[in-house]
């Protein structure tokens, strides 16, 4: 028998009146009604009033001490109900009481309302934040989306395998953790940023089809769908496989999964798919909200031989809004003034009159022809409002973030919705215009379309068998055909600038192995932490985890990161800079 309790405070009922019961938990509440003194007791599973014939029993006890007691479960009187508790007509009679471990007077911020606290002091007295049902019941719920995710991997004869945390630092795209060697001298480990050369291999050693809830490490700042340091993702991979065998898998994955964790209306399958140059030019990102009706229209060909100077020789965008043209003019000046905050020197617009005329700051820039062709391209109507944004190179990037900003400003969202897509065929590498040379833009183990043939193109034009996967405007995961030649892979490096020579070094295993007998083979990673931030309707990551690093990138709690000692530096051969 348990020395504390018999029985769970939280998971007491009327079916329990007249038991004998011992219980434990935290002292969540003292409340003295006239003489007599009630105690709330609060253990994981929810919480239980005690009452005692001798209040004295209740004295010196603190809120958030850690308590057992004995008593009789006793129905308490009709106007006594408490219909917030499911144990609110019930309570516990005590006998005897015993303090196990004793909380301070003072407490840093009242547990029941903890998320009303600074992110910082709470995550300095996170075990105490945890105590808030609020906080404990999205952990308790991310262990259940997990469990439900793994025995759905289990029972489509995935194979869970886990693979290493210590690892080779190679350039994937952030930056690594690296860990200094205490027995090779000078040398380093790192932290994996995702377990992507190890389920290769796997592939390659003859497993069938992999998954893991695997931990990845990047240095990357924090932001509110990224955590900082370390996240976890649904990994997983395919042998013998195709993109379509992973979006199908993927596509269970998330309907699945949000139909299960969720009320909300969840889009059908097969979801919405979009190629990477189709996302961009209808909705100016890789990561469109397709609850968001607005589509962006080129206008450049329509401007190309314009007399309006800021027009002439870029590339336009226009945004057109039915049935707004009677907003103010501070409506339309606040919008002006968000253009300004994203680097627009402004945004110029023109709404149709009754008419079909046109009003707005830009109208009398127009000509004839230009207003019969807007009317034509954008399919105005009375009481519409066509938005403009032109630059020379970031027209579209712009033009998203301004349909984004409408999306809100309009309340075009439906927030009972999650709006899934597709987004593929992303190009395979991007100019850097610092280097003069280019880079990868999504994973480098993907397989350029075409293969060796596809490479032959310029490098710009190299679209790879790369996919993600995109809710609300989040992407939700990611995943790539991978390359399963040695040849097609030392050409897609070196151009991004790598020699064989570095290849071999920064990518041994993966290297040597492709030289026997590597088979075609495909993956995805779901984003785990972001998963739940959307099922809980949470708008920050760090709300979905046990201990999370704060935003700064601080383990605030257990003070990390830290100083160590001299002894500690020269086990691993390191001398640290002056700082100066």
Not at 66 to 94: A, H, Q
Not at 363 to 380: C, G, H, M, P, V
Request: charge should be negative; glycine fraction near 8%.
């Amino acid at each position: 028998m348990n020395k504390y309790r018999d029985c769970y405070a939280g998971k007491l009922s009327n079916s329990d009146v007249g038991k004998s019961v011992k219980i434990c938990g935290w002292v969540e509440n003292i409340r003295d009604h006239g003489g007599i003194i009630f105690v709330d007791v609060r253990d994981q599973f929810g919480v239980v009033q005690t009452v005692s014939n001798d209040n004295s029993i209740f004295d010196g006890i603190t809120r958030e001490s850690s308590i057992t007691l004995d008593g009789i479960i006793r129905k308490r009187g009709e106007d006594d109900f408490n219909p917030r508790l499911k144990s609110g007509e019930i309570e516990v009679l005590v006998s005897k009481i015993e303090v196990l471990s004793l909380a301070n007077h003072v407490l840093p911020f009242e547990v029941m309302t903890s998320r009303e606290v600074s992110e910082d002091v709470r995550l300095k007295y996170r075990y105490l934040d945890l105590r808030n049902p609020k906080v404990k019941d999205n952990v308790l719920f991310r262990n259940k989306v997990i469990g439900y995710l793994r025995n759905k991997m289990v029972n489509d004869d995935f194979i869970e395998i886990q693979t290493p945390i210590l690892t080779a630092s190679s350039p994937e795209g952030a930056r690594d953790f690296i860990v200094p060697s205490r027995k090779f001298h000078g040398k380093f480990y790192a932290l994996p940023q995702a377990p992507q050369q190890f389920k290769q291999l796997l592939m390659i050693g003859g497993f069938d089809k992999y998954f893991q809830i695997a931990p990845c490490f990047r240095d990357e700042d924090a932001r509110s769908d990224r955590i900082y340091g370390e996240f976890y993702q649904l990994d997983l991979e395919m042998s013998f496989a195709t993109e379509e065998d992973v979006l199908s898998v993927g596509e269970d994955i998330f309907y699945d999964t949000f139909k299960e964790f969720s009320s909300k209306e969840v889009s059908s399958k097969p979801f919405v798919r979009l190629t990477y140059k189709e996302a961009i030019d209808r909705f100016g990102t890789d990561k469109p909200d397709l609850r968001n009706p607005l589509e962006i229209i080129d206008l450049t060909d329509e401007f190309s031989e314009t007399e309006f100077k800021p027009f002439r020789g870029v590339c336009v965008k226009g945004i057109k809004v039915d049935g707004i043209a009677s907003k103010s003019n501070s409506w339309f000046n606040d919008l002006v003034d968000f253009s300004k905050s994203i680097g627009m020197p402004g945004i110029g617009y023109v709404t149709v009159e009754d008419d079909m005329s046109f009003k707005g700051p830009i109208d009398k820039f127009l000509s004839d022809y230009e207003r019969n062709d807007l009317i034509k391209k954008a399919d105005l109507k009375v009481g519409s409002v066509l938005f403009f944004i032109a630059h020379r190179n970031s027209a579209a990037k712009l033009a998203g973030q301004i349909r984004v900003e409408l999306g809100k400003r309009l309340d075009l969202l439906d927030k009972n919705k999650f709006e899934f897509c597709i987004v593929n065929d992303f190009p395979m590498f991007e100019y850097n215009e610092e280097t003069e040379g280019y880079d990868f833009t999504h994973n480098p183990f993907s397989m350029p379309k075409g293969g060796m043939e596809g490479l032959s193109l310029n490098p710009k034009d190299v679209v790879a068998y790369q996919y993600d996967f995109v809710c609300n405007g989040i992407e939700m995961a990611s995943g790539a055909v991978r390359n399963h030649d040695l040849n097609i892979m030392k050409k897609a490096f070196e151009i991004a600038g790598y020699s064989e020579a570095v290849l071999k070094e920064r990518f041994k295993g993966l290297y040597t192995a492709f030289s026997y007998g590597a088979p075609p083979h495909a993956g995805m990673a779901p984003g785990i932490d972001r998963m739940l931030m959307m099922l809980l309707d949470e708008e920050n990551i760090r709300e979905t985890i046990a201990f999370p690093m704060s935003a700064s990138g601080a383990d605030l709690m257990m003070g990390a990161p830290n100083e160590v000692n001299e002894s500690q530096l020269r086990e691993v051969h390191i001398k640290l800079r002056d700082k100066n």
